[in-house]
């Protein structure tokens, strides 16, 4: 429920009507971001609650039913898009801001090679696994450890921000100290557990949307992180299972513009694992743009053809400068700018 007060009022009044709705009504009321109006979401059984008898209070201009689950992820309940600062990078603004890096982090060589190009090219953020959930337990599954190790050197060396995928609550708190983003991949998006752990942590999170999941489930998992107290959620689009078998996945353009308009939070596209094909970065790169899209993520890699982890899907340095320079242009046609 939505409660939209009256222009004018004090913040006493605002306070105390507050309090009473809590006190009386058994309801969480968390106050909205707004330029122009007071307003309130409350959170809790709100089925119960007389809207009536709400909308004759003095200071009440409107009140609302909000019929979706997701209540603090709802853009009913924030109506300003959410903007994430990350060490200066602003995700959510204008400005679309471009996360790349390669799959999985393999040597120091391969880092120091990525990291003095990258910037330079147009990056914000560098990409990198350390641990790698894969379909087949004997592919390479990251250097660990080690891995966020390298991370940590990477971005005090380059003064990057880096990005990560967590796939266990046990390295929580290594995560906390070497690392900018936390990732959660498709397949931990709907594990509550570590959902609930990352909702206690004051971390931008980077919620990958599961390749059988519908948009309210999505939103959900969301759901899961920010009622826990951390609202600093990224949603990343990342290709869903179809019939086609051409592609890894199906990359799910709709979703762009159906999460803009049913959240707040900033919307990113993984082209590479949408797509799997190193060709297919570019075309689904501008789309994800002309779509709506706050970010891309993007896997680069020195040498694609040696990549331990998803070199078919990774593009070379050389290709990501010109990629970028093509990007400006969609992106201004949009009215944004990378």
Do not use: W
Request: charged content about 25%; some cysteine; glycine content about 8%.
């Amino acid at each position: 429920m939505i409660i939209v007060l009256k222009n004018g009022i004090t913040k006493k009044q605002a306070e105390d009507f507050k309090n009473h709705l809590e006190e009386s009504r058994n309801v969480k009321v968390c106050p909205i971001a707004g330029t122009l109006s007071t307003v309130y979401g409350l959170v809790g059984d709100t089925y119960k609650i007389d809207i009536d008898s709400l909308r004759q209070d003095d200071i009440v201009e409107k009140v609302m039913r909000v019929q979706e689950p997701y209540k603090k992820a709802n853009r009913k309940f924030h109506p300003d898009n959410t903007v994430i600062d990350v060490g200066g990078v602003k995700i959510g603004d204008k400005k679309i801001v471009v996360m790349a890096g390669p799959c999985s982090i393999e040597n120091y060589e391969y880092l120091d090679a990525l990291g003095s190009t990258l910037k330079g090219y147009g990056a914000s953020i560098m990409r990198g696994g350390a641990f790698k959930p894969r379909t087949s337990p004997y592919s390479f599954q990251g250097l660990g450890e080690e891995g966020l190790e390298m991370l940590d050197y990477a971005r005090k060396k380059y003064g990057m921000p880096v990005i990560s995928e967590i796939t266990n609550i046990e390295y929580l708190d290594e995560f906390m100290e070497k690392i900018d983003i936390i990732q959660v991949g498709a397949r931990n998006m709907q594990n509550f557990e570590l959902l609930k752990a990352l909702g206690k942590v004051d971390k931008p999170i980077l919620l990958k949307r599961g390749f059988a999941n519908t948009i309210e489930e999505f939103l959900m998992s969301a759901e899961y992180i920010m009622s826990g107290g951390n609202d600093k959620v990224m949603l990343c689009e990342r290709g869903i299972r179809t019939m086609e078998t051409y592609t890894r996945n199906t990359l799910d353009l709709s979703a762009i513009p159906v999460l803009k308009q049913l959240s707040h939070l900033p919307v990113i596209v993984d082209p590479s694992h949408a797509t799997g094909v190193a060709s297919l970065v570019e075309p689904m790169s501008k789309a994800a743009i002309a779509a709506g899209a706050d970010g891309l993520i993007i896997e680069v890699h020195p040498e694609p053809k040696k990549a331990l982890c998803d070199g078919s899907q990774s593009i070379l340095p050389d290709d990501f400068k010109e990629l970028i320079l093509r990007l400006r242009r969609v992106a201004e046609a949009v009215d944004r700018e990378i």
